[in-house]
């Protein structure tokens, strides 16, 4: 199939198609119009043809090319606007960049020519989410919108940060439901489900008794009769206010704090975790809250998904308690290294004991298994520590696993240091047929480098493999809040990389985009030579 400016055809819909069909043939004749020039939905020729095949999971992607007709089905309107950007971009040559580092890069063809045959994409992993760290504005609704062409198709809303869900409402619900996009009130919820400020004064009893005497500041009381119910029942009037908001969390307050009231010990073995031998285990008086409070959710809204986190001093799994079959349990591998793959045997730091337990958690988790990845890299100080390489195996791993999705944070700040991350694990979310194969992760990129360095491309990938051969691979494991791998960056370990470096701010001078982008990477490579300084 030929598609061309000679030649004009038209994208067509099923007849009473929602808003999510008719945006995504929009999508598709927009930008096949910025291809070709010429406009899809308006002439006669060639077509294609955009419908729902209710026999195909909800992302399943199939598209059949014959000589002048294109057939894309999926099994929803969110996996045919999905097909859509897959197919832009496998053929047409799109590369959807960030808004946070620039425009997207749209080459223009006198023609697409695109062999006849099957061609299929579907979604390694059924939940792809960020979250909100720490706001949600105007350009939230961008990032989104970036979202979904990457192939990514949830948003956790984060109510720790004041005013989330309105924000939330005011600048994201439109754009997500115009998308399919799902959306959740997530991460560290049950205090905003019972805050202190307004139950402790009288109800200090819904509190955590520590040491002697009731804190504000810990957990809830979740042995308490009355705690499930009030928190239950204000999710359940949550939800019959956002009826598009299929998923919950129900994840305690960052930290420990936990009761230790008697009933609140009663319900667990007394023991050391493995997170830190003098803080207990908590996974089964945790967990035993939670399948109470969904037991509530469940019966007014069957179809609603609630979250539980494993972390800290309760990310071991279970020992008697297991999770409910409408409770999706999330598993956070804080301390994770993030040099290594999760089930690297030659990590010296926690990542091993993660694999062993998330196979642990798969085993006694009835529902969806997800993890919160820290694969984003937020508080490592914006400090370059290049991955590439190491997730494609972890990404690998987590497949293998039988992990269902993922959730992760992002700075806005620190996109120009960390965003290739993401665009790389957007690659790695999804398979395609034919020629879906293992590839290297610089070679996943080398699209990406193009599309944003230009004509610094080229030195800009040898500056990253180098970074990773001479700094990366042969330094110690690190991960959160840890800035002592800096202390290697010398000038004499760092010269070679910095060369390709310097050659690229050069070649970038004749193009404002690339040089703003080379311009980002530069200043990183300033802070981590700086950060070797103070460390050593």
Known sequence: MILSEPKPGRVIVPEGSGATMEF????????????????????????????????????EVAVEVEKDCTK??????????????????????????NPLEGDE????????????????????????????????????????????????????????????????????????????????????????????????GEYPEYFALIGGERRADGQVCTSNADVRKIVAERAIEFLRENPE????????????????????????????????????????????????????IGEARPDVTVTAL????????????????????CFAPFMRCVKHALNDPDCVRRNPDYARMLGQWREVTPGS????????????????????????????????AGVDGYVMEYVPGEWGTYGANAHAMAELSWARTPDDRPRSGEAILSPYYEAIYGEAAGEMAAYFRGLIDDFVETGPCTGHYDRTYARRATVDLMRPALEHLGRARALSAGSKAAWKAVEEVHKAAERLMKAGEEER
């Open 72 to 97: 894309l089905r999926s099994g929803s309107d969110a996996g045919v606007l999905q097909g859509v950007y897959q197919f832009l971009g496998r053929f047409g040559g799109i590369y959807w960049l």
């Open 245 to 296: 908001v299929g998923e919950i969390g129900m994840w305690p307050r960052d930290g420990f704090g936990w009761c230790e009231c008697e009933r609140c010990a009663a319900e667990e073995v007394q023991a050391p975790s493995w997170w830190d031998a003098s803080v207990p285990r908590r996974t089964d008086t945790y967990l035993r809250f939670v399948n109470a409070v969904a037991e509530k």
């Open 24 to 59: 995504a043939a929009d999508q598709l004749g927009f930008y096949l119009a910025m291809l070709t020039g010429t406009n899809p939905r308006a002439h006669d020729g060639w077509r294609v043809e955009l419908g729902v095949d209710e026999a195909m999971g909800r992302e």
């Open 369 to 400: 298994l997800r993890m919160f990845l820290y694969l984003m890299q937020i508080d490592m100080g914006a400090l370059p520590l290049r991955i590439a390489e190491m997730l494609p195996r972890n990404f690998e791993f987590m497949a293998r």
């Open 310 to 329: 494993a972390y800290v001093n309760y990310v071991e799994p279970p020992k008697t308690e297991r999770p409910a079959a409408n409770v999706a349990v």
């Open 105 to 200: 890069f749209i080459p223009r063809h006198a023609e697409i020519v695109i062999p006849e045959g099957t061609y299929s994409f579907r979604p390694r992993f059924a939940e792809r989410a960020f979250t909100n760290y720490p706001v949600i504005d105007a350009d939230t609704a961008r990032f989104v919108d970036w979202m979904a062409k990457r192939g990514f198709n949830g948003y956790v809303v984060n109510p720790q940060w004041p005013g989330a869900w309105d924000a939330y409402k005011t600048h994201l619900r439109e754009p997500m439901m115009l998308r399919g996009m799902k959306a959740s009130l997530g991460h560290h919820t049950i205090e905003s489900w019972l805050p202190a400020e307004e139950f402790f």
